[in-house]
């Protein structure tokens, strides 16, 4: 992550509430810290892991290393139509590592829209318009995407062979647990600028976007219109 990302928030935040989505996973990622630290008048850490799960722990943990505290804490899915109900709106929404392990991404989008007051800060992973490499070829340019459980063992090669530096493997897995699906694998793949048009389509005028994660994903900052 690009040292520009956590200064983004730290500079815009100061005395906007402010919402940390999915930012669970590996602690280190949560963006709730910095926001206090940046004066949000309010902060909330929503995530859909266990209430005790070990993550949370973690996140308790690390903010009181930090010497930060006052945050909510909120169980659920973004992409649950009654989350709002018990979260409410924040001024300014921060979502990272989530939106391509959702099965729908334009609802989880409109999920975001409707939880942000102001700002939203959204960052995927990412891959070039065109990927070729020894493996063969995929066009990811004007708007197409990869709808990971239907790719064939041609196309998952030549993305395995991109994402080699970070040893990603796109394992066949359980995609559906009965009627609800896993949050686990990754179900898309898509460009930076069909990433921007994602969230410009759900009604938001994009202030700034940039590469991260050494290249592999990008984050883009908008303004709800």
Same mark, same amino acid.
């Given at each position: 992550m690009p040292l520009l990302y956590e200064p983004l928030i730290e500079s815009s935040v100061r005395g906007l509430s402010f919402a940390d989505v999915g930012g669970l996973w590996n602690t280190e990622n949560e963006m709730v810290s910095h926001a206090i630290k940046g004066g949000a008048s309010r902060a909330a850490m929503i995530d859909m892991q266990p209430e005790n799960n070990e993550w949370w722990q973690k996140f308790d943990e690390r903010c009181r290393q930090l010497g930060v505290s006052?945050?909510?804490?909120?169980?659920?899915?973004i992409d649950d139509p009654h989350l709002l109900e018990r979260t409410g709106?924040?001024?300014?929404?921060?979502?990272?590592?989530?939106?391509?392990?959702?099965?729908?991404?334009? =609802?989880?989008?409109?999920?975001?829209?409707?939880?942000?007051?102001?700002?939203?800060?959204?960052?995927?992973?990412?891959?070039?318009?065109?990927?070729?490499?020894?493996?063969?070829?995929?066009?990811?340019g004007q708007g197409q995407c990869l709808f990971i459980p239907a790719a064939d063992p041609k196309k998952r090669?030549?993305?395995?062979?991109?994402?080699?530096?970070?040893k990603l493997r796109l394992h066949d897995i359980q995609w559906w647990s009965g009627e609800n699906p896993n949050y686990s694998p990754w179900w898309w793949? =898509?460009?930076?600028?069909?990433?921007?048009q994602m969230v410009e389509s759900a009604g938001f005028r994009i202030l700034k976007k940039a590469p991260s994660w050494e290249g592999y994903a990008d984050f883009v900052f908008a303004e709800k219109e």
């Open positions: 006052g945050y909510s804490k909120f169980v659920g899915s709106r924040y001024d300014f929404v921060h979502c990272s590592g989530v939106i391509y392990h959702c099965p729908n991404p334009v =609802w989880t989008i409109r999920q975001l829209r409707a939880m942000t007051g102001r700002y939203l800060l959204l960052n995927s992973m990412t891959v070039p318009q065109r990927i070729t490499n020894t493996m063969g070829e995929i066009d990811f090669a030549v993305v395995e062979e991109h994402f080699s530096d970070i793949l =898509w460009s930076a600028e069909t990433l921007a």
